[in-house]
Nanobody
Framework: QVHLVESGGGSVQAGGSLRLSCGTS????????MGWFRQAPGKEREFVAS????????NYADTVKGRFTCSRDNVKEMVFLQMNNLKPEDTAVYYC???????????????WGQGTQVTVSS
C-alpha cells in the first residue's frame, strides 16, 4: 500500500495563489504517473490535472487550463499543483492520486491521498 500525503491547502481570496504538494511516506513518487482531482460540496469528484512519470506529458481540465500548473521533482520525490488566479468555484477538497503506467484523466488510479481543503472567497 502506498500512502500519499497532500499539503498546502488553505483559504485565499479570489485572484490569489496556492501550491499543493504531494508525496509518499515511502519516498517513491518517481515510480508513478500522477493525477490531481477535486471534489466540491454536493458535487462529484472531477479531474484537474495529470502528469506522466517523467513529467513531460501533462493534461489539464479546461476549467483550470492556463491557471494551474502541475510539476514534479523526482529527486525530492514530490509533485506539485501550482494554482494561480483562484476563483470561488475552485473551492473543493483536492486529492492527489498515483498509478502505474501512463497518466489518465479518469479516476483509474491505484492510490489516493486523503485530500486537502482549498477555499477561495470572493
Amino acid at each position: 500500500q502506498v500512502h500519499l500525503v497532500e499539503s498546502g491547502g488553505g483559504s485565499v481570496q479570489a485572484g490569489g495563489s496556492l501550491r499543493l504538494s504531494c508525496g509518499t511516506s515511502e519516498g517513491t513518487i518517481s515510480r508513478y504517473a500522477m493525477g490531481w482531482f477535486r471534489q466540491a460540496p454536493g458535487k462529484e469528484r472531477e479531474f484537474v490535472a495529470s502528469m506522466s512519470r517523467g513529467g513531460t506529458i501533462t493534461n489539464y481540465a479546461d476549467t483550470v487550463k492556463g491557471r494551474f500548473t502541475c510539476s514534479r521533482d523526482n529527486v525530492k520525490e514530490m509533485v506539485f499543483l501550482q494554482m494561480n488566479n483562484l476563483k470561488p468555484e475552485d473551492t473543493a477538497v483536492y486529492y492527489c492520486a498515483a498509478k502505474w503506467g501512463p497518466a489518465v484523466t479518469t479516476e483509474n488510479y491505484d492510490y489516493w491521498g486523503q485530500g486537502t481543503q482549498v477555499t477561495v472567497s470572493s
